[in-house]
């Protein structure tokens, strides 16, 4: 989401020091397939109630999205995991689980991932994106924040006048773009190729990180930023967007609320 301004750039690739395993590159698994709902991995660390895995297709709190919820499972025995965080100065997703498991480094698990909650966040984040380029591209408003829930999202953008308006337009002209049934496209370039996009990134404070290849985003006609967060294949999945509410949190800070429908 955050407009042109890059919030969730996750790098493609962690690397992750392991107290067992010396180095090990944890490969984000929903930044290649967003609709993965079940994967097999190998565990690389276990830290009371908190496990490494070498992939993984949960997408931990980053970026302004929500982390998934889902289970891991081996021999039969479940394992519910209740938050998903990203360890940013290692790149490790850390999956928290409601107990300590019986797991070791080595073994092999199976994770399955909550989809309804997912598919709502992947909904809510493309809706985003397409909001939040209508508010530039309209309104010259720049997102300055937000965040994607699983029942609904919220952003706040730059923009002095407090008119309720604004944001009925652009949730208007957003549906439109949903009913369009706009293709969404993911694919990688070098750093160069990406930052020489205009937009690509807005704010010099959200470069991306220093990694070779950036995972970009793009609706095409409305949109196009670097981002590393789990997205729907087509507009026209996201449904209905509706606005809930409107808050003026400052002279240049507007905020909306909003969620999608069904
Ligand atoms: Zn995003």
Redo the contacts with the bound molecule.
């Keep these: ?2 407009a042109r301004a ?3 750039l996750i790098p493609q690739q962690g690397v992750c020091r392991s107290r067992v395993l010396p180095k090990v590159t944890t490969r984000l698994l929903y930044q290649e397939d967003s609709y993965l709902r079940e994967f097999s991995a190998r565990v690389m660390r276990v830290d009371g109630n908190v496990v490494v895995l070498d992939q993984t297709a949960f997408h931990p709190t980053s ?3 929500d982390h998934d919820t889902g289970l891991l499972v081996v021999d039969g025995t479940r394992y519910r995991v209740v938050d998903v965080k990203l360890d940013r100065s290692t790149g490790d997703v850390l999956h928290i689980l409601e107990s300590e498991p019986g797991l070791n480094p080595g073994d092999i698990v199976r994770g399955f991932i909550d989809w309804d909650r997912r598919y709502r966040l992947m909904k809510l ?1 493309t809706a ?2 397409i909001i939040s380029a209508i508010m530039y591209r309209d309104y010259g408003a720049l997102i300055t924040g937000g965040h994607v829930y699983p029942e609904y999202a919220r952003d706040d953008f730059s923009i002095e006048r407090f008119d309720r308006r604004i944001f009925e337009d652009a949730i208007a002209k957003a549906n439109d773009v949903v009913r369009q049934g706009i293709e969404v496209k993911i694919y990688w370039l070098s750093r160069e190729e990406a930052l020489k996009i205009p937009g690509v990134v807005k704010l010099a404070e959200r470069m991306p990180p220093d990694v070779e290849r950036l995972r970009i ?1 793009e609706i095409p006609g409305i949109d196009i ?1 670097a ?3 789990p ?1 729907v294949r087509n507009t026209r999945e996201i449904g209905e967007i509706v606005l809930m509410k409107v808050e003026n949190r400052g002279r240049r800070k507007k905020r909306i609320y909003y969620t999608v429908r069904p």
């Design positions: 989401m955050f890059d919030h969730h970026g302004g999205v984040h985003a994106h985003v930023q981002d590393g967060g997205h």
